[in-house]
């Protein structure tokens, strides 16, 4: 018999074929597949195989979920965990691992397409720019789970970098004041991405300070992407990457450029 083992796959932001081909393979094989209902397409679920066992996690505890996969490995099931996006941000897989790892279950992961990936993917943006930040800065605002306190949002501010916030749609307001206070200018572009690569997705643009109100009025709340920074302008001239003045490992500058 194989090793009793658990899966935990990235289902990516939406978009079923999002997916990577061995996230799928896993899907056509498994025997159990534990899924975040309310986060992962169900179309995802038709590339399991007739036998396969779908179940929504969503009302099930973590004590209750543990003993599903458990139970299923020790009977030398196949089982998958997916999980949306890409398990390694916000997935609280790690509670998760120890547990499964206390009762003698191995674990593997497949990555999967993060939804800032694919935020940025829509937007058309590069999140480093050249010549610019160098630097993306992937968190939250606090909310019920508390953030430690090096982290809050006015000092993530003051690095200038790229932000990207998960979770923190909800309070729009207090994320651009927090942002405001550590230095970010009010001028600063902005996009909000509800649910990216999904049929009803919806992009805004606009600047910090006006943010909020172009939320509300969209009557975003959840399920979205706070993206903050330079890197949302429209670029211009060309990037310095391609200069001839500017050396790579590929090419070497022109001579007179150096
Ligand atoms: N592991 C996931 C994140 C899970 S936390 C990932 O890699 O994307 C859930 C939060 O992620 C949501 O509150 C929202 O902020 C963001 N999110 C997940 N999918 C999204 C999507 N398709 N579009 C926009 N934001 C998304």
């Given at each position: 018999m194989t090793e009793r083992s658990v899966v935990f796959v990235g289902a990516g932001p939406g978009d079923p074929r999002l997916i990577t081909v061995r996230g799928k393979e896993m899907l056509e094989r498994a025997d159990l597949v534990l899924y975040a209902g309310s986060l992962v397409s169900p179309a995802l679920l038709d590339w399991c195989g007739d036998g396969c066992r779908r179940v929504d996690s969503a009302s099930l505890d973590l004590d209750t979920q543990i003993d599903l996969m458990v139970e299923a490995a020790e009977a030398g099931q196949r089982v998958v965990r997916l999980h949306t996006g890409d398990p390694s941000l916000y997935g609280a897989i790690a509670e998760q691992i120890a547990l499964l790892r206390r009762r003698g279950v191995a674990v593997s992961v497949v990555p999967g397409v993060s939804s800032f990936q694919a935020a940025a993917a829509r937007l058309s943006i590069?999140?480093?720019i050249p010549g610019g930040t160098q630097t993306v800065i992937c968190s939250r605002r606090k909310g019920r789970t508390p953030v430690p306190d090096g982290e809050s949002l006015d000092r993530l501010a003051a690095h200038g970098s790229t932000l990207v916030l998960f979770l923190s749609s909800g309070q729009a307001q207090a994320v651009v004041d927090d942002l405001l206070a550590g230095g970010r200018d009010g001028a600063t572009p902005a996009a909000c991405v509800y649910r990216?690569?999904?049929?009803d997705e919806r992009i805004i643009r606009t600047s910090l300070a006006d943010l909020p109100r172009a939320m509300e009025e969209a009557a975003i709340e959840n399920h979205a992407l706070l993206i903050v920074g330079e890197c949302l302008l429209p670029p211009e001239g060309r990037s310095r990457l391609y200069d001839g003045a500017f050396s790579h490992g590929f090419r070497p500058a022109r001579p007179g450029h150096e």
């Open positions: 590069e999140y480093t990216a690569t999904w049929p």
